[in-house]
């Protein structure tokens, strides 16, 4: 036999309750003899009562049969006088040659408890991540711990450490001797060691009345939570949420108050390190133009708005005469600083390599944002690296040199001892194997892997020194690369190239580099069966794109504990002026993707 959840009554064309199921009188309160033959707009909160009246118009007036209110939301009342939310559906029916209408009910509380959670959590995220002010944050965070089920006050404590003080900063729905008699406590009284502790705390009605918090039973408060407030270990303060109603605070208001107060943590640590950065911006100027860096900020329209540094001498340049120049206009004539400021100005966070006035840079790109948490310009800051990236250049060709070098070594040495080896163990083979000497068996084995030999060699000898690189430019090179990866390990390996020229042979050199290195590491880590390798020119940029279907990397730029090979190709990235960046791939695998001012390659 079915359960039944959903209360039914019947009703005639005067509105005249005719049948009130077991589940209705489970929900409203009254027994079925109660509410036999009285109007059913007792069962509804008083403002209902002339929407009642019209819907039993309508129906009399309607010549066919119809359900209205499906899921329709309205409020019930019950017979001790509480309301509830419920969903109402009615429908007509006819009995006797008699109109009768079906209300069927459900008890919706749940549903738009649920709700209310769910709308604060974001709220929480919304409002507390808005502003920078703290006593504003602190004042939203009490509305929205306040219209939490079973909460209707509360207060919110933060330590000062200097003082060895924890102070109620602010407060909701408190007495004004309450407030004062709680405002503040030493680190050391029982009431300070519980916000230390820092783990959430429940006291029911009971604990109260018996103390040995003091103050709370006065105020008549009937139950209380104390959330820590809590950010990277440290404790900040806590979240003290109480009642005048309820002597529990239920396990799912529970949850949402720790939800609350985890997320209160972090906005009040970010708005105080706002607040500690606008009061010593002063100091902060004094730094900047000591430092051996240059830093820039400018608005989303490319205006530059602070321009400042000691290492602006070095190309000639005073702090500050830039202001108020719009960097397009400043820098256009260098394409890779001014792809560098669109990519800041879509809210990416990135460093680059780049020249300006003959000195290299390598810089850091953050967006600054407004209150509505839009990009509203960018922030630069900028080291003299030259000196520095001479060497590195100078270290890289050497490599490169080397690798050539060895690779050539390889070619044209070893290969031709090897085939030359190999020439006289096919001879020997052929000699032994006409007589049928038992040694026969060891000559092929000994022509088979020479043969192989020979072709590893080959491979290697092309891996080091790419000669297509050179001779027929980066696709032809490109692609024998795929090959021979296929061949040595079994992957399905596609190329897709566009027609572009790199005239830049330093552009093309490490973006081969960088292919190879990522093929590496696909072939190490990734477990992949197929990779994609497209090479293609859009928007103003030569995009290198590889992607696998492996078991992935972490996405983002290659940060500290990534692999030397990660690190490799995000320096051969920069050098070129370009940008290296790791993603995952949807359905399993990764995509490095290295993108270049198309300029650069010309």
């Known amino acids: 036999m079915n359960h039944v959840i959903d209360g039914i009554i019947s009703i005639d064309e005067g509105g005249m309750i005719q049948t009130f199921n077991p589940a209705a009188e489970r929900l409203f309160g009254y027994s079925a003899e109660e509410v036999k033959s009285r109007n059913v707009a007792m069962l509804m909160p008083e403002p209902f009562h002339h929407e009642h009246d019209a819907y039993i118009a309508y129906y009399l007036r309607t010549a066919h049969a119809k359900i209205i209110g499906i899921g329709r939301e309205v409020e019930g009342r019950r017979k001790d006088g509480s309301t509830f939310p419920m969903d109402l559906a009615v429908s007509e029916f006819y009995l006797d040659e008699r109109r009768y209408f079906t209300g069927i009910v459900r008890d919706i509380t749940e549903r738009k408890r649920h709700e209310l959670n769910l709308r604060i959590q974001r709220d929480i995220a919304g409002r507390l991540s808005l502003t920078s002010d703290l006593q504003s944050g602190l004042g939203s965070l009490l509305e929205l711990a306040t219209a939490i089920e079973g909460v209707d006050c509360g207060g919110v404590y933060l330590l000062d450490h200097d003082a060895g003080l924890v102070r109620l900063c602010a407060h909701r729905g408190l007495g004004d001797n309450f407030v004062k008699e709680v405002g503040v406590y030493s680190k050391e009284s029982p009431q300070g060691q519980l916000v230390l502790a820092g783990q959430p705390v429940y006291i029911d009605r009971r604990v109260l009345d018996e103390g040995p918090i003091a103050g709370p039973a006065a105020e008549g408060l009937r139950s209380l939570a104390v959330i820590p407030l809590r950010h990277e270990n440290e404790v900040l303060g806590c979240l003290n949420l109480a009642s005048h109603q309820q002597d529990t605070i239920s396990e799912q208001s529970r949850s949402l108050l720790e939800l609350l107060g985890a997320q209160a943590a972090g906005a009040i640590t970010r708005i105080r390190a706002e607040q500690a950065l606008k009061a010593s911006e002063e100091r902060l100027r004094t730094l900047i133009t000591g430092a051996?860096?240059?830093?820039?900020?400018?608005?989303?329209?490319?205006?530059?708005?602070?321009?400042?540094?000691?290492?602006?001498?070095?190309?000639?340049?005073?702090?500050?005469?830039?202001?108020?120049?719009?960097?397009?206009?400043?820098?256009?004539?260098n394409p890779g600083l001014l792809s560098g400021v669109d990519r800041v100005l879509r809210g990416e966070e990135f460093s680059a390599i780049e020249v300006v006035e003959g000195a290299t840079f390598e810089t850091w790109y953050t967006p600054t944002r407004d209150a509505a948490g839009a990009v509203a310009g960018y922030i630069g800051v900028a080291?003299?690296?030259?000196?520095?990236?001479?060497?590195?250049?100078?270290?890289?060709?050497i490599s490169e040199r080397e690798q050539a070098r060895i690779g050539q070594e390889i070619h044209d040495s070893l290969c031709q001892q090897l085939v030359s080896l190999a020439f006289d163990a096919n001879i020997l083979e052929n000699q032994i194997g006409g007589r049928n000497r038992p040694e026969s068996a060891a000559a092929k084995r000994l022509a088979k892997y020479l043969d192989a030999s020979i072709t590893e060699a080959r491979r290697l000898a092309r891996g080091l020194f790419p000669i297509r690189l050179e001779g027929e430019g980066i696709s032809p090179a490109i692609e024998e690369l795929l090959q021979n990866t296929a061949d040595r390990f079994g992957m399905s390996c596609q190329f897709k190239v566009e027609p572009l020229r790199i005239a830049s042979a330093s552009v093309a050199t490490n973006l081969y580099r960088i292919a190879q290195e990522a093929l590496n590491n696909i072939v190490r880590h990734s477990r992949a069966k197929n990779v994609l390798l497209e090479l293609r020119e859009s928007d103003g940029h030569v995009e290198l794109r590889v992607e696998d279907d492996g078991v992935g990397m972490p996405s983002g730029h290659p940060g500290t504990g990534s692999g030397m090979g990660l690190h490799i190709m995000d320096y051969r990235a920069r050098i070129i002026g370009g940008s290296l960046r790791i993603e995952s791939r949807p359905g399993g695998g990764s995509v490095i993707s290295c993108l270049v001012p198309s300029a650069a390659a010309e």
Do not use: C, M, Y
């Not at 602070?306 to 340049?317: P, S, T």
């Not at 080291?383 to 060709?397: D, G, K, M, P, V």
């Open 383 to 397: 080291t003299n690296i030259s000196e520095r990236q001479r060497l590195e250049r100078q270290l890289l060709e």
């Open 292 to 333: 051996p860096v240059v830093l820039v900020a400018a608005d989303k329209g490319g205006t530059i708005t602070f321009h400042d540094g000691k290492a602006l001498r070095d190309i000639g340049w005073k702090g500050g005469e830039q202001v108020g120049k719009n960097v397009r206009d400043l820098f256009r004539n």
